[in-house]
């Protein structure tokens, strides 16, 4: 029990989510992160008999922890996979999607538990894959990966402006031996960076790139997006929090994008191209309240975008 309690979960922005996630109490919903359940279950109790919710999860402890919901009640179904699979959950559903929920990035719990290597601040194995039990770890890519690719990657995923100094340091010691820690590879950075700005540690950016890249998150989050519009039942909705820029960013042109409201001609798309409206935003990016920001500090950077599928 102290286990559990040590890693536990608190859902961001909880009441924000439920109030734009849900659309009716016998909806078929689909919580694309499902991580330890706190949305979901929150959902749940909203939903009347004939609602129905899956859960989609990579994380081995999270499919444990919805196995055990599913088993309690009957509205609930846990689905190991990467959440770009809305076509085959609304196949096996028989109908289209009201609510889509995806909560971006890693948990609490995963930073928490050094074991799985995500967080710079806890000594651990140098992993970072949200499946453990699937491709390649950060230490096994980084002991293979050219010097410019590594660069590239702390560069794009992490907007890391001395990408090359840390990529060329990094092939300097593996070339004397493996880089198999995270308390190795944020002590690395640091040499290289030194002290970065009060409050936030020097790896910040890097570790947060080679996450992305590891579990290939972007790439995801651009085919569940395409996704969701045809997965979407009319009056669907999209409910997304982000944490990182690059994401917000693609999920804020995403909705602009197919919502009519793309700028046309002159750095926009070019005229006669425009696409098709295919989602209504609701209401402005949503942050969290300064409440939650007392008790949450992981909320500190969320935001929430919302978009309703049109006819």
């Not at 961001?12 to 992160?33: A, C, H, I, K, P």
């Not at 140098?126 to 453990?132: F, K, Q, S, Y």
């Not at 010691?173 to 590879?185: F, N, S």
């Not at 040499?191 to 009060?198: M, T």
Request: proline letters at 5%; hydrophobic letters at 40%.
């Amino acid at each position: 029990m102290k286990e559990q309690a040590q890693y536990e979960h608190q859902p961001v922005m909880l009441e924000e989510v439920l109030d734009m996630w849900f659309v009716r109490s016998n909806g078929f919903y689909v919580d694309g992160t499902f991580g330890r359940g706190g949305h979901s279950r929150a959902l749940l109790r909203r939903l009347d008999d004939q609602g129905r919710l899956v859960g989609v999860d990579r994380d081995p402890q999270a499919i444990a922890e919805g196995q055990a919901l599913a088993e309690q009640d009957h509205r609930f179904h846990i689905k190991a996979s990467r959440f770009d699979c809305l076509p085959e959950l609304v196949a096996d559903a028989g109908r289209p999607i009201d609510g889509l929920l995806l909560d971006l990035g890693v948990s609490s719990p995963q930073l928490d538990d050094a074991s799985r290597g995500f967080s710079f601040l806890r000594d651990g194995p140098l992993d970072m894959r949200m499946d453990p039990t699937r491709g390649e770890s950060v230490a096994q890519w980084l002991a293979r990966a050219e010097e410019k690719e590594i660069a590239d990657v702390l560069y794009r995923y992490g907007e890391e402006r001395k990408s090359r100094r840390i990529a060329r340091r990094i092939c300097e010691v593996r070339d004397e031996q493996p880089i198999t820690r995270t308390a190795e590879l944020a002590s690395l950075i640091e040499g290289v960076l030194g002290r970065a700005e009060p409050g936030k540690h020097p790896a910040t950016r890097s570790f947060q790139a080679l996450r992305i890249h590891i579990n290939g998150e972007l790439e995801a989050l651009e085919k569940v997006l395409e996704q969701a519009l045809e997965t979407l039942a009319i009056g669907g909705r999209l409910a997304i929090i982000s944490f990182h820029s690059l994401e917000d960013r693609m999920v804020k042109l995403f909705i602009r994008d197919h919502s009519g409201r793309a700028p046309k001609g002159r750095g926009g798309l070019p005229l006669g191209d425009e696409l098709p409206q295919r989602l209504e935003p609701v209401g402005k990016a949503i942050r969290a309240g300064k409440a939650e920001l007392k008790v949450n500090a992981r909320s500190r950077s969320a935001v929430l975008r919302v978009a309703e599928k049109v006819a």
